[in-house]
T-cell receptor, first 114, second 113 residues
Framework: GNSVTQMEGPVTLSEEAFLTINCTYTATGYPSLFWYVQYPGEGLQLLLKATKADDKGSNKGFEATYRKETTSFHLEKGSVQVSDSAVYFCALSEEETSGSRLTFGEGTQLTVNP | EPEVTQTPSHQVTQMGQEVILRCVPISNHLYFYWYRQILGQKVEFLVSFYNNEISEKSEIFDDQFSVERPDGSNFTLKIRSTKLEDSAMYFC???????????FGNGTRLTVT
């Protein structure tokens, strides 16, 4: 079956530091890949997505590249801000075989200190 | 921007009681979902709903669970006889087309005592 594995958290960084959150996946077909973010007290919001190999998703300074050869979709940001403190979830959807249900990773708590 | 709205934000119930979690999806959306997250664990798919019927459900979604879209705007999740292990955050989600990202609500935290 499908699965998503994220790097263990929590992650604590200083403002303006470089961020990487690793995500790898297992899927039987050709999934779409997503990063969702959950700010305190709020629901899950789509941060970025990529639908095929070598696509790069980007939003709000965050980027992730769909790497089929390494089955990875690592999230990066060059300079984090305090407002980026949240939980980040990597997810995949394999529309053809799973009716578009999302399979999530464990989530990674990011705290950015001023 | 339109939002998916869930009520209540927190519900406490006793084991064995029935609960109904309510969601108002975005008005022009056609696909509806429930997910849950037990504290400290992954967000898990429960059920998807399209054209007034369940289109897919997970192994978690057993006979104790049911979903309904009673009036064209609300989308509810009912748990008939709650168990302690049903304590979790329950997220409703919707989307307008099959191939489009999900929009999630803020969740209902269910505590079963």
């Amino acid at each position: 079956g499908n699965s998503v594995t994220q790097m263990e958290g929590p992650v604590t960084l200083s403002e303006e530091a470089f961020l990487t959150i690793n995500c790898t996946y297992t899927a039987t077909g050709y999934p779409s890949l997503f990063w969702y973010v959950q700010y305190p007290g709020e629901g899950l919001q789509l941060l970025l997505k990529a639908t095929k190999a070598d696509d790069k998703g980007s939003n709000k300074g965050f980027e992730a590249t769909y790497r089929k050869e390494t089955t990875s979709f690592h999230l990066e940001k060059g300079s984090v801000q305090v407002s980026d403190s949240a939980v980040y979830f990597c997810a995949l959807s394999e529309e053809e075989t799973s009716g578009s249900r999302l399979t999530f990773g464990e989530g990674t708590q990011l705290t950015v200190n001023p | 921007e339109p939002e998916v709205t869930q009520t209540p934000s927190h519900q406490v119930t006793q084991m064995g009681q029935e609960v109904i979690l309510r969601c108002v999806p975005i008005s022009n959306h056609l696909y509806f979902y429930w997910y849950r997250q037990i504290l400290g664990q992954k967000v898990e798919f429960l059920v998807s709903f399209y054209n007034n019927e369940i289109s897919e459900k997970s192994e978690i979604f057993d006979d104790q669970f049911s979903v309904e879209r009673p009036d064209g705007s609300n989308f509810t999740l009912k748990i008939r006889s709650t168990k302690l292990e049903d304590s979790a955050m329950y997220f409703c989600a919707s989307k307008p087309l099959f191939v489009s990202p999900l929009h999630f609500g803020n969740g209902t935290r269910l505590t079963v005592t």
